[in-house]
């Protein structure tokens, strides 16, 4: 990108430069710089289509093996919960369990349950103990204590240090230049500027990604991810390691949709480096699993297995009705899982979805929930012809309960 529209990975802003950015730092959104040249270095269908064509030279595709029966399009055989396993590790969300902003008949009657679940949440918040708030927020969790539990959860306070390195970040962002800036300028303009709960965030978005880019801190993640962050080499030193760079500095390089992993997050922190710490450590802990390759059971390929084995498994006629007609389900449940349903369901709903995967330390929910979409509108989708059809069916998850 840098070589076709001429223009450098990284500089450092003139004076001048550095102090208009300062003036306008809370109001971003009012700059519109000329993104037309840039374009998104990928987007989910691209990724899925990486992901269809993975294959383990290991395995040895016999006759007696189960996996031939895997109609979908991952074709990598990895392990993955069946519906008893499912049962028993989301078990807090049985029928028999009362669950915050859902509307099923419970046994007692809704303000009984959720008077009492918000005094156990403030009291786990009083104990301040993080262990207790994960185990509460598998039933959802109050609007006015998520903020708070969810800080608790992932170990985030607060200190004058935080304050300060988020200060330092900004600087950096002020001082250079980075040819990644003009990606997220743009993703925020296609993704959330276009959303009607997330458009007047975008100040707060540019804020957090242009931080996020410079922090070196994020590298550390990489310790547990099987991916390995991209280098750039300083100029006119091409290919000598000494002088390679990870570029950006975070290790990270912002695909289309990636500023939706922060938006739900606004709603919650008004703060800026608090926001920022929140998104950071969701970041560190579940997103980077969905936009890399692994065996991990919440990293992407075990989810779309999950999603494909579910729905074949216990939706078999819609399962193969959809793909006969060319409107193999993944093509369009990943948009969903690889966002983590952000801008696919309401905010409120939303929020009540990642208190699970908060509660559970696990993405496979994100899985069973793109299958139960499907089982929601299997009537309707048995009756289409065409994928275009079918994901007008599925164009607007807003109206399922989640």
């Known amino acids: 990108m840098c070589t076709e529209l001429s223009i450098p990975l990284a500089r450092k802003r003139p004076v001048g430069e550095q102090k208009e950015l300062l003036n306008k730092w809370n109001e ?4 519109e710089p000329d993104l037309s040249l840039f374009r998104p270095v990928y987007a989910p269908k691209d990724f899925l289509e990486v992901l269809i064509n993975l294959r383990n030279p290991n395995y040895e595709n016999g006759d007696s093996l189960s996996f031939r029966t895997h109609l979908g399009l991952i074709q990598v055989p990895l392990k993955v919960k069946d519906i008893p396993e499912l049962k028993e590790f989301f078990v807090e969300l049985g029928l028999t369990t009362g669950q915050l902003g859902i509307d099923d008949s419970t046994q007692v009657p809704p303000e009984l349950f959720e008077n009492e679940h918000v005094r156990i949440g403030q009291k786990v918040l009083a104990e301040q103990d993080s262990a207790a708030a994960q185990q509460y927020i598998r039933q959802g969790s109050p609007t006015a204590l998520r903020a708070e539990l969810w800080a608790l959860i992932l170990n985030i306070s607060s200190q004058p240090e935080d304050i300060l390195y988020y200060e330092q970040l900004k600087t950096n962002v002020i001082q250079h230049d980075l040819l990644v800036d003009s990606l997220i300028y743009k993703d925020v303009k296609l993704t959330a500027s276009n959303d009607d709960y997330y458009f007047v965030f975008e100040d707060y978005l540019y804020q957090v990604l242009l931080c996020f880019s410079r922090d070196t801190s994020v590298l550390g993640h990489f310790a547990y991810n099987s991916a390995s962050p991209p280098k750039s080499y300083i100029r006119g030193k091409l290919g ?4 390679a760079v990870f570029y950006p500095p975070n290790g990270v390089i912002p695909f289309h949709g990636f500023s939706m992993y922060v938006a739900p997050l606004c ?3 008004h703060e800026p480096s608090k926001l920022y710490q929140i998104f950071r450590e ?3 802990r579940f997103f980077f699993r ?3 390759i692994s065996s991990h059971p919440s990293g992407i390929v075990s989810l779309c297995l999950l999603f494909e084995t579910l729905l074949q498994t216990y939706l078999p006629q819609l399962f193969y009705h959809l793909r006969e007609i060319g409107a193999q389900p ?5 948009k969903w899982m690889v966002r983590a349903f952000s801008g696919y369901l309401a905010t409120d709903q939303l929020l009540l979805l990642w208190d699970r995967i908060l509660g559970y330390n696990s993405l496979e929910i994100l899985a069973v929930l793109a299958a139960a979409v499907f089982a929601f509108r299997a009537v309707n989708l048995m009756e289409v012809t065409s994928l275009a059809a079918a994901e007008a069916v599925l164009a607007d998850l807003s109206t399922l309960k989640v």
């Open 28 to 31: 971003m959104g009012t700059d």
């Open 267 to 269: 709603f919650l922190y």
């Open 290 to 292: 969905l936009h890399s």
């Open 240 to 243: 000598l390691e000494e002088y």
């Open 330 to 334: 993944l093509r369009i449940s990943f």
């Open 282 to 284: 969701m970041y560190v």
